[in-house]
């Protein structure tokens, strides 16, 4: 069965120093999301991707964050200055479009810790 | 605001008896919902989804009830296995031209042997 892959499934970094999360969505997958999950607290969401640029974002989703689809199968989160409080769980998830689009296909994680 | 609510944050039940997860939801604009199972180091799982114009959808040994009066959602899980022990969340689509989900808590379901 298909699946979103997500790497690294655990990073570590230091307060301020940038961080990349990578997914491979489903090939034949043309939405892209990513949420978050700090521990004990709800899912969040981040920010959805179609057709090469962001269609809707929180507010969570601010100046330090960024997505990019570098190839035809990465699509990477991007976190310029990481803060004590985005440690937490980010998930990347991929949906297809017409019937089925709003169910979304979940990688396993990317757990961050920011020290 | 915008808010999806679980009433219990833990369920306990015996193998083999059937489990009932509910859902409280804020938003009446909402025109779909949806149940994902999340499993120890797993992401969330889709269960089962269901559009704002139905009340009730059944799967493989699960049914979702939709009660749009109370704005009350839940998830019926016949003959529990303990596979089926996970988080389970619920979350709703608010109506419109966008894709963002806005997630309950969780509860969390034990199933005991």
């Known amino acids: 069965e298909p699946e979103v892959t997500q790497t690294p499934s655990h990073q570590v970094t230091q307060m301020g120093q940038e961080v990349i999360l990578r997914c491979v969505p489903i090939?034949?997958?043309?939405?892209f999301y990513w949420y978050r999950q700090i521990l004990g607290q709800k899912v969040e969401f981040l920010v959805s991707?179609?057709?090469?640029?962001?269609?809707?974002k929180s507010e969570i989703f601010d100046d330090q964050f960024s997505v990019e689809r570098p190839d035809g199968s990465n699509f990477t989160l991007k976190i310029r200055s990481t803060k004590l409080e985005d440690s937490a769980m980010y998930f990347c998830?991929?949906?297809?479009?017409?019937?089925?689009?709003?169910?979304?296909?979940f990688g396993a994680g990317s757990r961050l810790t920011v020290l | 605001g915008e808010s999806v609510g679980l009433h219990l944050p833990t369920l306990s039940v015996q193998e083999g008896d059937n489990s009932i997860i509910n859902c409280a939801y804020s938003?009446?604009?909402?025109?779909?919902f949806i149940w994902y199972k999340q499993e120890s180091g797993k992401g969330p799982q889709f269960i089962i989804d269901i559009r704002s114009n139905m009340d009730k959808r059944q799967g493989q040994r699960v049914t979702v009830l939709l009660n749009k009066t109370v704005k009350h959602l839940s998830l019926q899980i016949a003959a529990t296995q303990p596979g089926d022990s996970a988080v389970y969340f619920c979350?709703?689509?608010?109506?419109?031209?966008?894709?963002?989900?806005?997630w309950g808590l969780g509860t969390s379901l034990a199933v005991n042997p």
């Open positions: 991707f179609y057709n090469n640029e962001i269609s809707e």
């Open positions: 090939s034949n997958h043309l939405y």
């Open positions: 998830a991929s949906s297809r479009t017409g019937v089925g689009a709003n169910v979304l296909t």
């Open positions: 938003n009446s604009a909402s025109d779909y």
């Open positions: 979350a709703e689509k608010p109506a419109g031209n966008n894709r963002k989900l806005i």
